[in-house]
Structure formats: structure tokens, C-alpha cells
């Protein structure tokens, strides 16, 4: 099992930042790539960030490219979601999302086996 807990969220101005963390615990050396998606009040879950654990690729929607950049730091088992330039309708409930088999799309939330609880990011305009 892989436990995650984020970290970070909060209420920020638009056009203004914040950094997310995601802290791994557990059996951290089965996790292939970690992601972050994100879900606002009646909507569907969205993909926001991916990347994978060996080699460092990333992956990004349309929407957060350019904007948001998420990173690793292999040592601390642990992922990043820097968040610039934030607009209000990137207000939602993220969460932190591990894959552990090597079967994994990075936009698909679920061909993710672990996730966390989620920390609320509110953007105000």
C-alpha cells in the first residue's frame, strides 16, 4: 500500500501562486508516476499534472499548460504542483494520485491505484 497526503492549499489571489506537495509513504518503491488532478463542485474529475517517477517526464492538459509545473524529489518521496498565475476557475479540490503497476495513462484517473484526500485551492478574483 501507498499512503499520500497533500499539502498547500489555500485561498489566493488571481494571478498569484501557490506550491502543492504531495508526500508518498508505505511501499513508495512500487510507485511508476504520480499525478494531480483536480474536481470543482459539480464537475467531473480533471487531470491537472503527471509525472513519471524514473526519468521525470511530465504531462500536462491544454488548460494549466505554461502555468502550472509539477516536479519530484525522488529523496523525500515526494511530488510538487507549482501553481502560477492562478485564475478563478482553477478552484477546485485537488488531489495527488500514484500508479503502481506500469499500466498508466497519464490522464485517466483511473488507471491510478492510490490517492489522497485532497486539499481545497480557492482562487479569488
Known amino acids: 500500500q501507498v499512503q499520500l497526503v497533500e499539502s498547500g492549499g489555500g485561498l489566493v489571489q488571481a494571478g498569484g501562486s501557490l506550491r502543492l506537495s504531495c508526500a508518498a509513504s508505505g511501499r513508495t518503491f512500487s510507485i511508476y508516476a504520480m499525478g494531480w488532478f483536480r474536481q470543482a463542485p459539480g464537475k467531473d474529475r480533471e487531470f491537472v499534472a503527471a509525472i513519471r517517477w524514473s526519468g521525470g517526464s511530465t504531462y500536462y492538459p491544454d488548460s494549466v499548460k505554461g502555468r502550472f509545473t509539477i516536479s519530484r524529489d525522488n529523496a523525500k518521496n515526494t511530488v510538487y504542483l507549482q501553481m502560477n498565475s492562478l485564475k478563478p476557475e482553477d478552484t477546485a479540490v485537488y488531489y495527488c494520485?500514484?500508479?503502481?503497476?506500469?499500466?498508466?495513462?497519464?490522464?485517466?484517473?483511473?488507471?491510478?491505484?492510490?490517492w489522497g484526500q485532497g486539499t481545497q485551492v480557492t482562487v479569488s478574483s
Open positions: 494520485a500514484a500508479e503502481a503497476g506500469g499500466r498508466w495513462t497519464p490522464s485517466v484517473a483511473v488507471t491510478y491505484d492510490y
